[in-house]
C-alpha cells in the first residue's frame, strides 16, 4: 500500500515568515495529494489538493508543488498568521472510481509565533 | 461545521469491553470513512462504505468491524478493547466515488481504554 512520510514533525515560525512542509509517497500510481488542517479539538480540513497532472497550486497565503518524478509534494504558507497555528496532515491517493481511500502522514505541528 | 456528526465525542471504558462509536454523514453523501488517530501518529484508514457497501479496507482489526444502515449514517464497532486502541476516531464522508476527493471530517469520538 501507499506509504506517505512527512517532515518537520514540528516547525515553528515567526509571524510573517513562511513555513514549507515536505511530503514523500512510495506509489507511483498515487494522482491525488491533498493537504489537511486539523485545529485543535476539530477534524481535519482540507485546505489545498493538487492532482498529478499540474506541478503547482496557489489559493491566496497556501500553495502546493508535486515533483511526480522525485514523489514528493511540498506545502508552502507565505505571511504565516497566528491562526496559521495547527496541525497538518499530506495525503496521498489513487483516485480510481471506487477507491478513493486517502494515505496520511504523521503530521506537522505549526506554531506560529507573534 | 463540516456537516458530520459523531457520538459519543468521549468515551471511557475497561479492557476487554465493547463500544459503538456512530457516524451521521452529510447530507446527501453516499460515502462513509473510518479513520484512527493515535497519540503522535496521523490518520490511519480502517474502513469505507458507500451506499450501504463495504467498498475498502485499510488496517481494521479483526475486533472491529463497521457497517453503513439504509439512511446512511455509519457504525464502528469495537470489541474485546485493549488499552492501544485508545485513540480518536473520526468518521468522513463524501458525496460519492467521483468528483471532487474532498472528505468532511466530524469532530472525531475520543476513546480511552483502561
Known amino acids: 500500500g501507499e506509504n506517505v512520510e512527512q517532515h518537520p514533525s514540528t516547525l515553528s515560525v515567526q509571524e510573517g515568515d513562511s513555513a514549507v512542509i515536505k511530503c514523500t509517497y512510495s506509489?507511483?500510481?498515487?494522482?491525488?495529494f491533498p493537504w489537511y488542517k486539523q485545529e485543535l479539538g476539530k477534524g481535519p480540513q482540507l485546505i489545498i489538493d493538487?492532482?498529478?497532472?499540474?506541478g503547482e497550486k496557489k489559493d491566496q497565503r497556501i500553495a502546493v508543488t508535486l515533483n511526480k518524478t522525485a514523489k514528493h509534494f511540498s506545502l508552502h504558507i507565505t505571511e504565516t498568521q497566528p491562526e496559521d497555528s495547527a496541525v497538518y496532515f499530506c495525503a496521498a491517493s489513487l483516485s480510481r472510481s471506487n477507491d478513493y481511500k486517502l494515505s496520511f502522514g504523521a503530521g506537522t505541528t505549526v506554531t506560529v509565533r507573534a | 461545521d463540516s456537516g458530520v456528526t459523531q457520538t459519543p465525542k468521549h468515551l471511557i471504558t475497561a479492557t476487554g469491553q465493547r463500544v459503538t462509536l456512530r457516524c451521521s454523514p452529510r447530507s446527501g453523501d453516499l460515502s462513509v470513512y473510518w479513520y484512527q488517530q493515535s497519540l503522535d501518529q496521523g490518520l490511519q484508514f480502517l474502513i469505507q462504505y458507500y451506499n450501504g457497501e463495504e467498498r475498502a479496507k485499510g488496517n481494521i482489526l479483526e475486533r472491529f468491524s463497521a457497517q453503513q444502515f439504509p439512511d446512511l449514517h455509519s457504525e464502528l464497532n469495537l470489541s474485546s478493547l485493549e488499552l492501544g486502541d485508545s485513540a480518536l476516531y473520526f468518521c468522513a464522508s463524501r458525496w460519492g466515488d467521483r468528483g471532487t476527493g474532498e472528505l468532511f471530517f466530524g469532530e472525531g469520538s475520543r476513546l480511552t481504554v483502561l
Open positions: 506509489d507511483s500510481a498515487s494522482n491525488y
Open positions: 493538487i492532482r498529478s497532472n499540474v
